[in-house]
């Protein structure tokens, strides 16, 4: 007989700062059998917990990586028959139109679904997926938000009821183990390369996309004083395509990197940096901010999802309106520049430490893991009656 309340953890975005996020937050989960579905990109080393690497549709042609998700979707199920676990914990789908069936089937064998809704839709997809993820949403017996805000959208958005959904944090993300002399050297190469003195530094770092407004960085630093200010310098670090980069070449005071970052690279960017600029158009909560809140960096948010959180906690910088404009942007620069020396208190930053802790988003977790499986033997009990 079953001694611990026995889990499937599903992710098959297991990788970069999500395999990061779901190793943390596993850890944390106590007194609980956890076994993790991951991706076979999933390279944190041994756990205490099982790993099944059943994802590999990375880098495989659109067709290719179709069949390929499906086919592990139906190892899943097939696992989920045989071992009959508790609860089934989804972290991402892929193809919301064949994950809603599999969430059905899973629920007709007697099993609780539960959804980390990190985003409500896919990114930067507007209106396209909003139908197939109210079925998703209405399907799954709980749902996981990172923020009140993103409870309120998803009640007004989706029609879901309240009871559904449970608010858990996104906890803070310390970037994986690097080689230290590597970073060291890396700072003192982007400084000498910047010419870096004494100037405030603003950056945005990470994978570069519209919804992250990064265009908007761009004209705001373009458009105005900002460009060859002498009190600033600018740096943009990721992979992605944007027209814009090639218009910030006519700003002496801007670094851009365009490409995947080593997390030597992003660490050591993330070192030299004193505010991360992060004017979202959208978005649920962000791991470059969580990331950036434990190395205690300050930033620039627009006012979204969850990004204004830790201002609650004292002023880290700047909230700017939504959806953001290079105006806004360009006026809250200024400002930081002129506070450069105004660091936030060690209270501040122990609070934020606090709220957005692992231990607590466990236990959290943990609870919720066993309201699911309560509301089963709920269930079988009054059947039996």
């Known amino acids: 007989m079953r001694k611990k309340l026995h889990i499937f953890f599903v992710d098959p975005m297991s990788y970069n700062n ?87 089937k899973i629920k007709q064998l007697g099993i609780k679904t539960l959804f980390t809704a990190h985003n409500l839709v896919p990114h930067g997809s507007g209106r396209k997926y909003e139908d197939i993820y109210k079925r998703i949403y209405n399907e799954l017996d709980g749902i996981i938000v990172h923020s009140e805000r993103t409870k309120e959208e998803l009640i007004e958005r989706f029609g879901i009821s309240s009871h559904k959904i449970e608010v858990i944090a996104h906890g803070l993300l310390k970037p994986n183990e690097v080689d230290s002399v590597k970073v060291e050297s890396l700072i003192l190469e982007y400084k000498e390369q910047m010419n870096l003195n004494n100037e405030t530094v603003f950056a945005a770092l990470g994978i570069i996309n519209l919804y992250k407004g990064v265009d908007i960085t761009i004209n705001a630093w373009k458009n105005s004083t900002l460009c060859n200010n002498n009190e600033s310098k600018l740096i943009i670090g990721g992979s992605g395509n944007l027209d814009e980069l090639e218009e910030l070449q006519y700003c002496a005071n801007t670094l851009v990197l365009n490409r995947f970052l080593s997390d030597e690279e992003f660490t050591a960017l993330l070192r030299i940096t004193d505010f991360l600029i992060l004017p979202y158009r959208e978005i649920s909560q962000s791991g470059v901010l969580l990331t950036a809140m434990e190395q205690k960096k300050r930033v620039i948010v627009s006012d979204v999802g969850g990004l204004t959180e830790p201002f609650k906690f004292g002023k880290i910088g700047y909230i700017i309106e939504s959806p953001p404009t290079p105006e806004e942007l360009s006026k809250s620069i200024h400002g930081a520049i002129k506070e450069k020396d105004e660091y936030p208190s060690d209270e501040v930053w122990k609070k934020i430490s606090e709220f957005y802790s692992w231990g607590a988003i466990g236990e959290k977790t943990k609870n919720l893991y066993f309201n699911l499986a309560k509301k089963v033997l709920d269930q079988i009990s009054l059947y039996l009656l």
Do not use: C, M, T
């Open 18 to 104: 999500l395999s990061i996020y779901d190793n943390l937050l596993i850890n944390n989960i106590h007194d609980v059998e956890i076994e993790y579905f991951a991706s076979h990109l999933f390279d944190l080393g041994e756990q205490y917990y099982p790993v099944h690497k059943i994802y590999k549709y990375n880098n495989k042609s659109k067709l290719v990586k179709l069949f390929s998700y499906l086919r592990s979707q139906w190892k899943l199920f097939n696992r989920i028959k045989k071992e009959r676990p508790d609860v089934v914990h989804f972290q991402w789908l892929k193809i919301p139109f064949y994950d809603v069936r599999l969430i059905k």
